[in-house]
Structures are given as C-alpha cells and as structure tokens.
C-alpha cells in the first residue's frame, strides 16, 4: 500500500505529546532509528515499501548483492502500514 500526494497526519491518539529523534543504546540501530535516519535524509523520496523495503536492508544488515532477490521476497508478503511503526507511536507526537 503506497500513497501519493498525500500528507499524513499523526493520529490523535498518539501516546506522545512531543517530537523526539528516536534515540537508542543499543549497538545495533532500531528499526524507528532507520525509519527516521533515511526520512530525514531523503524526504519525499521513498514509497512506503520502499521505505520498508530500505529499513529491512539495513536492520537486517543484508548484502547489496541479494538486493534484487530480496526485494522480491519481501514485497510479495503482506505487510502492516506505517501506522504500526513506532516512529508515528513514540517519537514523533504533535510533529505536525
């Protein structure tokens, strides 16, 4: 599911009340860490899957050359939305 031309809110019942960078401890970065890290780096560049598709690459530390067969792996499997994501729940309250 990809939307066009579209600006997404944060829904009303997000648990934040302010914007924070999704900020970890852990060595490995989290997957609202990537979400944001490549967001910020590139906005209005990337679709959902696409965006999804990116964060799986680098959560799951996969090599450049199984780009391709990956990617066919992982868009033929249902995946939640956005919305799911911690960005939207945690980190980025009234943003908007």
Not at 34 to 58: A, S
Request: some cysteine; glycine content about 4%.
């Amino acid at each position: 599911m990809n939307y066009y031309d579209t600006f997404i809110l944060i829904s009303d019942d997000c648990s934040v009340s302010e914007s924070k960078v999704p900020e970890s401890k852990r060595k490995k970065q989290t997957i609202a860490e990537i979400e944001y890290q490549l967001l910020n780096e590139g906005p209005g560049i990337y679709t959902q899957d696409e965006l999804q598709f990116e964060v799986h690459m680098k959560h799951k530390r996969i090599p450049e050359d199984r780009r391709k067969e990956e990617k066919a792996r992982f868009l033929a499997k249902s995946r939640a939305c956005m919305r799911t994501s911690a960005l939207p729940k945690r980190w980025l309250g009234d943003l908007f």
